[in-house]
C-alpha cells in the first residue's frame, strides 16, 4: 500500500477526553510515522490548544486550527502560512445588531483572545493558555479594525440562537456562515466563511506534501469534519459522530474515540 496522509481530528476523535491522547494511541501513531505515513491534525481549536498534541506525537507537517482558518507549519520557513478570516465589519455588525440574543461572546485572531465580557461559564471555551494574550471589553474597542478574526464564538441565550442564525443567512449570504455546536452546545454559534473548512485545508496540505486525495484517510466525528472526510479518498466517521457526517463517511466505526478507533481502523487498512 502507498504511504498515507492521515488527517485527524482531536475531539471525540483522536483524543480520550478533552485533555488527553492515550499512551498507547501516541505509540502506534508513532509507529506509522517511522513506517513512511504523514500525520496530520486538523481541529477547531485554536493553535494555542492544539500544539501540545502536536508535539507530543513529535510531528513536523503543518497544522490545522479554526477548522482551516488558520494553517501553519512551525519549523518550516518556507511554507505561507494560510490565514482566513471572518471580516471586522461584519463581525461588529452582527454582534451589535443581535447583542439582545447573546449572553455572551468572543473572537480569535490567532492567538489572542478578545472577550466581550468576564465570566465563569464561558472560561472552559477560551483555551487562556500556553501564552495567549486576552482583552475584555465591547469588541469596538477592542478588536484590531485591520484585520478580521480566524473565530467568533457566540454564546446565545436560551433559546435565542436560531435569531442569530436566521440574521447572518439573511445579511450575509457566502460571506458568512453559522454553525450551532449541537447537543449539550446548542447555545453555541460558530460564525465562520465559506472558505474556511477541514476539507479546503487538508486538500492544501496535501499539495504541499505530494499526496494524491486517494491516498488520504481522515477521521473525524463532528458536523465541521465533513468536508474533510468528503475529500479524503478513505473518511472515516467514529461511532458517535454527527448524523450529516455518517451520511457522507465512506466508513463508520463500530468504535469510539474511547475505544481506540483509529487504531483499528488504520491496522487494518495498512496492512492490505
Known amino acids: 500500500m502507498k504511504k498515507q496522509l492521515i488527517a485527524l481530528d482531536l475531539d471525540g476523535t483522536l483524543l480520550y477526553d478533552w485533555a488527553t491522547l492515550k499512551k498507547e494511541t501516541e505509540t502506534y501513531l508513532k509507529s506509522l510515522k517511522e513506517e513512511g505515513h504523514t500525520l496530520v491534525i486538523a481541529t477547531g481549536r485554536p493553535y494555542r490548544s492544539a500544539i501540545g498534541f502536536y508535539d ?45 440574543y447573546i449572553d455572551n461572546a468572543f473572537c480569535e485572531v490567532k492567538d489572542d483572545i478578545y472577550l466581550w465580557r468576564e465570566s465563569e461559564e464561558i472560561q472552559d471555551l477560551l483555551h487562556y493558555f500556553n501564552g495567549a494574550t486576552l482583552q475584555v471589553g465591547p469588541f469596538e474597542e477592542t478588536l484590531p479594525a485591520d484585520q478580521g478574526t480566524n473565530g467568533f464564538i457566540v454564546v ?36 465562520y466563511t465559506p472558505l474556511t473548512n477541514k476539507g479546503n ?23 465541521n469534519d465533513i468536508e474533510m472526510l468528503q475529500t479524503a479518498g478513505t473518511g472515516i466517521a467514529m461511532q458517535h459522530s454527527h448524523a450529516e457526517l455518517k451520511a457522507v463517511a465512506d466508513i463508520i466505526s463500530p468504535y469510539d474515540n474511547q475505544s481506540n478507533a483509529i487504531e483499528y481502523h488504520l491496522k487494518q487498512m495498512l496492512k492490505k
Open 56 to 100: 507530543q506525537l513529535e510531528l513536523n507537517t503543518p497544522l490545522i486550527n479554526y477548522n482551516g482558518g488558520l494553517i501553519t507549519w512551525r519549523d518550516n520557513p518556507d511554507f505561507n502560512e494560510v490565514n482566513i478570516t471572518v471580516d471586522y465589519d461584519a463581525v461588529i455588525d452582527i454582534f451589535q445588531n443581535n447583542a439582545e
Open 156 to 191: 446565545a441565550k436560551h433559546g435565542k440562537g436560531h435569531l442569530i442564525e436566521e440574521y447572518v443567512r439573511r445579511h450575509y449570504p457566502d460571506k458568512v456562515l453559522a454553525r450551532n455546536w449541537g447537543d449539550d452546545y446548542q447555545f453555541i454559534i460558530e460564525l
Open 201 to 223: 485545508a487538508i486538500s492544501h496540505v496535501a499539495k504541499e506534501l505530494g499526496f494524491d486525495h486517494e491516498n488520504i484517510i481522515a477521521f473525524g466525528d463532528g458536523h
